[in-house]
């Protein structure tokens, strides 16, 4: 099946790590997500990681794969204000039409000055 | 702009009125996706189309909602007889066909239905 599961909220201090977790369920999956929305837009595309990987890093990002356990996080270090935004997982299984994509609830990361 | 155009931004309808979505893809894309938001629920999966077929509709409620994609113009998202519950922010995205890439959606701003 297809599932996406995550943590609705989280709460840091700025300059602090930020790290949101994920589980998905699709073991066929090829590319795994996160994706950012900001309040009143659309999402966009904040990294991937192909599924042959361990590890991505992105300047203050960190994407860590688990593919045993089916989990994902995301690590953003020296967190801003300016990173308050909702944060999806996401997952294409690879048997899936097209670039059809599987998202998760968000995460709603709030930052404290 | 190349970027994903949806309009109308908000709608507002009346219980039992229709709601008439579109989405005009990126440039050069052919493929465009449906989803739901709904608070606290994340983004759900509603429907996958290419110009002029349905490829995956699996996430359609099986009633009242429809989807489109012609051969010319823009994706339309249809919605008779709406409902409170079909109150919610409806995102369209785009991808490339080319299965090379990482398969990145290109999302549009969203059209929030509030049906009163």
């Known amino acids: 099946g297809e599932d996406v599961e995550q943590s609705l909220f989280l709460s840091v201090r700025e300059g602090d790590s930020s790290v949101i977790n994920c589980t998905y369920t699709?073991?066929?999956?090829?590319?795994l997500y996160w994706y950012k929305q900001e309040p009143g837009a659309g999402l966009q595309l904040l990294t991937y990681?192909?599924?042959?990987?361990d590890m991505k890093q992105d300047q203050r990002l960190t994407v860590l794969l688990n593919k045993k356990d089916k989990h994902l996080s995301l690590r953003i270090a020296d967190t801003q204000t300016g990173d308050s935004a909702i944060y999806f997982c996401?997952?294409?299984?690879?048997?899936?039409?097209?670039?059809?994509?599987?998202f998760g609830a968000g995460t709603r990361l709030f930052v404290k000055a | 702009n190349a970027g994903v155009m949806q309009n109308p931004r908000h709608l507002v309808r009346r219980r039992g009125q229709e709601a008439r979505l579109r989405c005009s893809p990126m440039?050069?894309?052919?493929?465009v996706y449906w989803y739901r938001q709904l608070p606290e629920e994340g983004l759900k999966f509603m429907v996958y189309?290419?110009?002029?077929?349905?490829?995956?509709e699996s996430g359609m409620p099986k009633e009242r909602f429809s989807a489109e994609f012609p051969k010319e113009g823009p994706s339309i998202l249809r919605i008779q007889q709406v409902v409170r519950g079909d109150s919610a922010a409806y995102f369209c995205?785009?991808?490339?066909?080319?299965?090379?890439?990482?398969?990145?959606?290109?999302f549009g701003e969203g059209s929030r239905l509030t049906v009163l």
């Open positions: 995205a785009s991808s490339s066909s080319d299965r090379g890439t990482t398969g990145e959606l290109f």
């Open positions: 699709d073991s066929s999956s090829t590319y």
């Open positions: 990681i192909f599924s042959n990987m």
């Open positions: 996401a997952e294409r299984p690879s048997l899936s039409g097209g670039f059809k994509t599987i």
């Open positions: 440039k050069g894309h052919s493929h």
């Open positions: 189309l290419q110009k002029e077929n349905i490829i995956d």
